[in-house]
């Protein structure tokens, strides 16, 4: 199959729903990028953002969502305080619990917390769950991680003088 058209039969009709809310909805304002991390920034530089945007809902107490400053407890400038770097969502389903302090354990609920405090939308059950199929479509392969090893000694002729 030619890959570079995309595979039309890769995502289910209620994955396509929640890739199409997801995007109405403003969530790729930020999640954005083949990562939904933002774009490529040079090595040292993050692409933050604040969260919570729309601060005075129930979830600021419920998830102490105003106790760490963020960004701001590392610079002291004022423009960093709440200022979170934005995450990738690939592979989302197996990095429960949710946010920097991992206070929302489920994926349906950080979706709901995102959209009011990011977005002021409310969502219906169904956009969650759309949503959520959407973002199970995220899972890939995990990179195989290879433990760097020093060079055999075997075989080397060590000189003793
Ligand atoms: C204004 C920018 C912005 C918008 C819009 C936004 N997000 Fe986020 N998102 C963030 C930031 C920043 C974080 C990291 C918060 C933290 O670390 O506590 C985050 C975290 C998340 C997480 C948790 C990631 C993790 O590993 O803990 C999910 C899931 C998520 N966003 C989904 C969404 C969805 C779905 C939408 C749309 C309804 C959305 N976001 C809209 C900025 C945004």
């Given at each position: 199959?030619?890959?570079?058209?995309?595979?039309?039969?890769?995502?289910?009709?209620q994955q396509l729903k929640g890739m199409n809310t997801f995007a109405e909805l403003g969530c790729i304002a930020c999640h954005s990028g083949p990562n939904f991390s933002g774009p490529n920034l040079p090595i040292g530089m993050g692409w933050f953002m604040k969260f919570p945007t729309f601060t005075g809902s129930e979830y600021d107490?419920?998830?102490r969502l105003m106790e760490d400053m963020g960004r701001f407890e590392a610079t002291k400038k004022e423009a960093d305080k709440q200022m979170w770097r934005v995450p990738t969502l690939r592979n989302i389903l197996f990095t429960a619990p949710y946010f920097h302090n991992g206070a929302?354990?489920?994926?349906?609920?950080?979706?709901?917390?995102?959209?009011?405090?990011?977005?002021?939308?409310?969502?219906?059950?169904?956009?969650?769950?759309?949503?959520?199929?959407f973002l199970?479509?995220?899972?890939?392969?995990?990179?195989?991680?290879?433990?760097p090893r020093l060079p055999?000694?075997?075989?080397?002729?060590?000189?003793t003088e």
């Open positions: 199959m030619d890959k570079s058209k995309g595979d039309k039969t890769a995502l289910t009709v107490d419920k998830y929302v354990k489920t994926l349906e609920e950080a979706v709901r917390v995102m959209a009011k405090t990011q977005l002021n939308k409310d969502l219906s059950d169904e956009q969650v769950q759309n949503i959520v199929a199970n479509a995220l899972t890939g392969e995990i990179p195989e991680q290879t433990m055999s000694l075997e075989g080397m002729s060590v000189v």
